[in-house]
């Protein structure tokens, strides 16, 4: 190899789980990780924190309106303009209250855009750029199933593994892989409101580690923890009269 | 609201949890945080210096990012929410590492500071607070201050050791170690008596770093026990990985009685001194044994249990240690976990700091109300006799004019305090 040092893509870098699979990645092997997000300032500190934790690599940031289609374009051709990444992980999303977004339609709007469209346009803007290398984007266990507590979010989780799905058709014997992961219930910011109400969540040092590993493997799509493959199947094939009734 | 508990479990309050995560937002979101509020790390506070029943608690796991490390000058500057644990296996194989560190790596800088605390090497680098080079504390009226032992050295030593009480740590610069990797050359020697444990750490206090000791308290009124020392050490062997348990639930009574603990002090004292020997071992094993076995608290059953931790200067220390033992020998109360530390003569910086030069002592019982009750008013005759004084990190029950004779700059200390935050040590301690 030309160049032994893999060059990483992060979209959506401030997120608890990105930055620990990063910590997964880099604890490995020394690599080149580019951060992009909304936040400058967030993306600075998360940078800091690389820099000091892993000094044999390297890193920049880059802040952006994750939901707008020009900066998607811009930052996706940049960063293929001098060949591919070998892993570009899109990370973003948006959990807000389900019954908020019932409620009002501007915020069911922004959860949608901000879990679904958006990260499935980040795919999009990728896939149509690189020929070689792995292309992976965080989905979740909850859009498996729609359900009373989080359809919505779920909703935009569905959205993403539909384009996974045809992107692997479409890529299905090139040298590009496109890898779903769906992690269960994971102890970050975002799940801060279920930890208050006494959810167990996964420790997100280890839905990380699950997570390098099956993009390293290009998986084409991995349950973190593994057991979540095994309770998702037998989720969706309750019978609707049956979930219907269930609270969940 | 969420049920909190310190490390002791002796009792579980309802909190509001605020979680700190970002350091450009947490300004705003302690000054508008409702009273009293208090800040937390990760509970390992056995009392109730870490709790506020009732009232808020900010969260400062969430601050846990580095911001950057100098490999000329060893200083590190993170946010304090940063747990030691990941100082050291960050560092550790680059060559540094925390001069001081207490027994378990579970905790934060933040707490580390607030509770000026110690480890096995207290004669040769003293507290925790005496590395800090910088501190950045947020009070709750929004001002930020900016302090270190030349800048703002009042605010400094206030907040060293100061509970937590004079605002919410933000971020620290910590001066660390120049180490020749994760390993220490370590001793394991049994002492018979009481007299042999002054004698070996006389004997090993010049030439070892690290000195501790595990006492047996329930066999013969507690006078054997093990003396461990040792020294950083370089090695090339692989570091193990990392392996742990987790006490998985809470036993519906407290596994530690009066029945099991003869039995565990002597397997315990059997197999260390069976494998009484130099080694290599890894900086893991050797500071933090404890953390291999996750929540092992919960060991003492529902009612939870208390430390009791003493410094006595050193004139009086072995007569207070022998009346120390002979007490809970009289009362039938032993301790698993009976620990003999002497604290060298470098001042610590902090106004409540709690080490001073002379002898640490430190026992757990399980709580069986009166009765342990009665035992520690009889243990704190002996400390006052001998001028000594109590952890607070450790504390859920000292008197108040134990602490305030034990404390002497305690009245300097007030004009520090936030009037926005209050813990529930401090309402019992300070009355507010
Ligand atoms: C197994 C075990 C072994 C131990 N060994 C030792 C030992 O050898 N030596 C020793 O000294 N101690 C020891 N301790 C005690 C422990 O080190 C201290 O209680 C430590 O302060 C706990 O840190 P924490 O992060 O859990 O803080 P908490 O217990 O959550 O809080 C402790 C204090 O720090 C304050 N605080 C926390 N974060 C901040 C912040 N950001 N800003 C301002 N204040 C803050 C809290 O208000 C509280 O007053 C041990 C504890 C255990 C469980
Ligand atoms: N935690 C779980 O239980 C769990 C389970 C399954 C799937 N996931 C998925 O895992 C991914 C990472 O989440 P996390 O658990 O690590 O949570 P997190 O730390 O809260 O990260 C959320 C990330 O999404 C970004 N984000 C949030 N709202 C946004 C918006 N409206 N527009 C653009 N970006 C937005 C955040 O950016 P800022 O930092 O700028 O806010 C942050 O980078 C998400 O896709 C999440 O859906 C999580």
């Avoid at chain 2, 302090?147 to 605010?155: G, I, K, L, V």
Wanted: neutral net charge; charged residues 20%.
């Amino acid at each position: 190899m030309t160049n032994p040092i893999a060059r990483i893509v992060v979209v959506g870098a401030t997120s608890a789980i990105a930055q620990h699979t990063l910590r997964a990645w880099l604890a490995g092997r020394d690599a080149s990780a580019h951060l992009i997000g909304r936040s400058e300032s967030r993306l600075a500190s998360v940078e800091a924190d690389l820099r000091v934790r892993f000094p044999g690599s390297t890193f920049s940031h880059e802040a952006v309106d994750l939901i707008d289609v020009e900066a998607i374009e811009r930052v996706a051709d940049h960063e293929t303009a001098n060949g591919d990444p070998d892993i570009v992980l899109i990370a973003h999303g948006s959990l807000t209250s389900q019954t908020d977004s019932q409620k009002n339609l501007r915020a069911a709007s922004e959860q949608l855009i901000a879990t679904g469209v958006s990260p499935a346009l980040w795919l999009e803007a990728f896939a149509d750029r690189m020929t070689t290398g792995t292309l992976a984007v965080i989905g979740s266990v909850a859009g498996d199933r729609g359900r009373r507590s989080n359809y919505l979010y779920g909703a935009g989780k569905g959205l993403i593994e539909r384009v996974t799905q045809g992107l692997q058709n479409r890529f299905e014997g090139t040298d590009l892989h496109v890898v779903l992961i769906k992690p269960g219930p994971t102890r970050t910011p975002m799940t801060e409101h279920l930890a208050v109400a006494g959810a167990r969540l996964a420790d997100v040092h280890l839905v990380a580690e699950g997570i390098a590993h099956a993009v390293t493997r290009n998986k084409r799509v991995a349950y973190v923890p593994r057991r979540w493959g095994v309770i998702m199947a037998v989720v969706r094939s309750i019978p609707a009269p049956v979930f219907n009734r269930l609270d969940l | 609201m969420t049920s909190i508990t310190s490390w002791g479990r002796l009792r579980a309050a309802e909190h509001s949890v605020v979680p700190l995560s970002d350091r450009e937002s947490a300004a705003q979101v302690i000054s508008s945080a409702r009273r009293p509020a208090l800040a937390s790390g990760m509970q390992r506070s056995y009392g109730d210096v870490s709790t506020n029943a009732g009232g808020t608690l900010w969260d400062c796991r969430g601050l846990d990012k580095f911001i950057a490390f100098d490999e000329q000058s060893g200083v590190l500057r993170c946010e304090s929410g940063v747990l030691l644990r990941d100082i050291q296996a960050t560092f550790s194989a680059r060559g540094w590492m925390l001069p001081v560190t207490p027994g378990t790596a579970m905790v934060t800088v933040g707490g580390a500071i607030a509770n000026d605390v110690h480890g096995k090497n207290h004669q040769s680098y003293a507290t925790f607070g005496n590395h800090v080079v910088h501190l950045t504390l947020v009070r709750t009226d929004g001002d930020v201050i900016e302090c270190s032992p030349q800048e703002n050295p009042d605010w400094f030593s206030a907040t060293v050791g100061g509970l937590g009480l004079t605002g919410v740590i933000l971020t620290a610069a910590i001066q660390m170690k120049r180490v020749p990797g994760p390993w220490i050359d370590a001793e394991d020697i049994v002492f018979e008596s009481i007299s042999d444990f002054f004698e070996l750490s006389d004997a090993s206090e010049a030439e070892y770093e690290h000195t501790v000791s595990w006492l047996d308290v329930t066999t013969d009124g507690g006078r054997r026990g093990i003396f461990t020392r040792g020294n950083p050490v370089a090695a090339s062997t692989p570091e193990p990985r990392e392996t742990r348990l987790t006490f998985p639930i809470t036993p519906p009574a407290s596994l530690v009685n009066r029945l099991t603990l003869p039995a565990f002090n002597r397997s315990y004292f059997r197999l260390k001194a069976t494998r009484a020997r130099r080694r290599v071992e890894h900086y893991g094993s050797f500071f933090y044994p404890l953390d291999s076995i996750g929540d092992w608290n919960r060991m003492y059953g529902p009612k939870g249990f208390y430390q009791y931790q003493s410094v006595i200067p050193r004139r009086d220390a072995e007569e207070a240690t022998r009346a120390m033992l002979a007490e809970c020998s009289q009362a039938g109360a032993g301790s698993f976990l009976g620990v003999l530390k002497t604290f060298g003569d470098v001042q610590s910086l902090g106004m409540l700091s709690f080490p001073e030069a002379g002898v640490t002592f430190a026992l757990d019982f399980p709580e069986h109300g009166e009765q342990t009750e009665a035992l520690f008013a009889r243990l704190d005759s002996i400390v006052r006799a001998s001028g000594g004084r109590l952890y607070a990190a450790k504390d859920a029950r000292m008197p108040r004019d134990m602490f305030e004779r034990g404390y002497p700059q305690l009245e300097r200390f007030l004009a520090f305090r936030d009037p926005g935050i209050s813990s529930e040590l401090s309402r019992r301690l300070l009355g507010s």
